[in-house]
């Protein structure tokens, strides 16, 4: 498949990279581009801000929870040729596993998916040292994906004294600079804990970001970048081996909560669900009295429940639907939010306690800091989801922390080998704070689409 594509990427966080991918998308869309973006690691946010701000199809890629030719599947998946994909990168280009590896970086992930990439400077403060500096990343980049280069933070008047020597001296293409705004700032959202509808007006300053991007940066030698990307090749089974499930009305239905409490998930997730035989539908515990009609699962998945703690506990008949639900022993799957929704009670950084489903006898508090953060291979001691020996890859990130979170699962540390405890589970249930990637193991969905077709057909009819 011939696919337009670019990376965005930078030396380090907080080099500009959001910012100058969230207006080059606004200035395709604007152009009549059929723009699709990417997040590179397992950060929920940026795609849901490309969704929901900018109106974009947005999606996560990320080397460490997946295999190269997985990967690039992945990639491909449900794309045309008339797509132009932007790429956003994650820390700095190198940064990998643990900081260390090349696995998990966005550098990586050019590499597998054969994208250029172009180069985001945070220029504020430096002169003639942004030479060597990109000099280094240019030595570094074996691949020779580095096709342009961007200087954030940087005056005009700067900017066309260093340019042209720039390009002298390192043969690469400097395609613009954007000037400090001080006024504009949507970096930072540090791995979400502000959300795309909390930042003020964010759609008329992005506007006004991409109208300025439009006039200093070469657009156009940006495309011509994109469409010098190779050609990928689509292996025969591209992700539809697990589409061959009967479409008719006897396939089960997996409930998905999603409002504003719950939000967090991975697009290939709830697609592999789909094409394990299930059918998606949506329901609200926050605003909705009961689960939907006739569902056979359900799936709680992260997001700001303690944003939400009061209401959440005000909405009684819902929070008793899911706990007779669990009782009737329903399959369901609660993630991080979704497993803090679970507990007996949930006490928030004011140090108010609210009473939440009470399917999980314990009480979830707020810390006050980073509890657990990073990658995790995930191996039950008791097979229920996966086989014996097998694990599944995930991602925690989450202030809170539980009296009880479970002891029926292994989560081992990728650079470091450390093990802990973690996840309630049974057979029909999983909860835990890790986010799982179920493409990393595919038999968790469909473990859970099977458990959700069982649960169906030994239903008493209604």
């Known amino acids: 498949m011939k696919l337009n594509r670019i990376m965005i990427a930078a030396p380090g966080s907080g080099s500009g990279k959001t910012t100058i991918t969230c207006a080059l998308l606004m200035v395709l869309k604007n152009r009549g581009e059929q723009v699709v973006s990417y997040k590179c690691g397992p950060d929920y946010i940026d795609p849901m801000f490309h969704e929901k701000v900018i109106g974009i199809p947005s999606k996560n890629l990320d080397t460490f929870f997946t295999e190269e030719d997985v990967t690039r599947e992945l990639f491909l998946k449900n794309r045309t040729e008339k797509d132009f994909v932007v790429m956003e990168g994650v820390m700095g280009l190198f940064d990998g596993l643990g900081g260390i590896k090349e696995e998990g970086s966005s550098y990586h992930l050019a590499k597998v998916t054969e994208t250029p990439i172009v180069l985001v400077i945070d220029a504020k403060g430096m002169g003639r040292s942004v030479i060597p500096m990109i000099a280094g990343f240019l030595a570094y980049d074996k691949e020779h994906l580095i096709q342009g280069v961007i200087l954030n933070r940087m005056s005009k008047s700067y900017y066309e004294i260093i340019k042209p020597l720039i390009e002298d001296e390192l043969s690469i293409r400097v395609l613009g600079y954007f000037p400090d705004q001080k006024d504009i700032y949507i970096e930072s959202r540090h791995l979400g804990l502000v959300m795309p509808n909390e930042l003020t007006d964010i759609q008329k300053q992005l506007q006004v970001i991409s109208e300025e991007f439009e006039k200093i940066v070469d657009v156009k030698a940006i495309e011509h970048i994109a469409e010098q990307a190779k050609e990928l090749l689509i292996t025969k089974k591209q992700m539809n081996v697990y589409s061959c499930y009967n479409k008719g009305s006897s396939r089960p239905v997996i409930a998905v909560a999603k409002d504003e409490a719950f939000c967090f998930y991975y697009e290939d997730n709830l697609l592999m669900l789909q094409e394990n035989g299930a059918k998606i ?35 009684v008949t819902m929070r008793n639907a899911i706990k007779q639900a669990i009782d009737t022993g329903m399959p369901i799957v609660a993630e991080c939010g979704g497993f803090m929704y679970l507990h007996d009670t949930l006490i928030d950084q004011d140090g108010t306690s609210h009473v939440m489903a009470g399917a999980i006898p314990a009480t979830c508090s707020y810390k006050g800091k980073s509890v657990r953060f990073g990658y995790v291979e995930i191996r039950e001691k008791q097979s229920f989801f996966l086989l014996e020996g097998q694990f599944i890859k995930g991602h925690e990130f989450h202030y809170f922390d539980s009296t009880d979170n479970g002891d029926c699962c292994i989560a081992t540390k990728p ?48």
């Open 415 to 462: 650079t470091t080998g450390r093990e802990y405890s973690c996840v309630i589970e049974g057979e029909s249930y999983w909860f835990g704070f890790p986010h799982l990637y179920y493409p990393s193991n595919p038999l968790f969905a469909e473990s859970f689409v099977k458990k959700a077709e069982e649960y169906k057909k030994r239903k008493v009819p209604t």
């Open 281 to 315: 539908t949506y329901f609200s515990p926050l605003h909705d009295t009961k689960l939907p009609d006739r569902c056979d699962a359900l799936l709680i998945g992260g997001g700001y429940p303690e944003l939400y703690a009061d209401k959440l506990s005000r909405n």
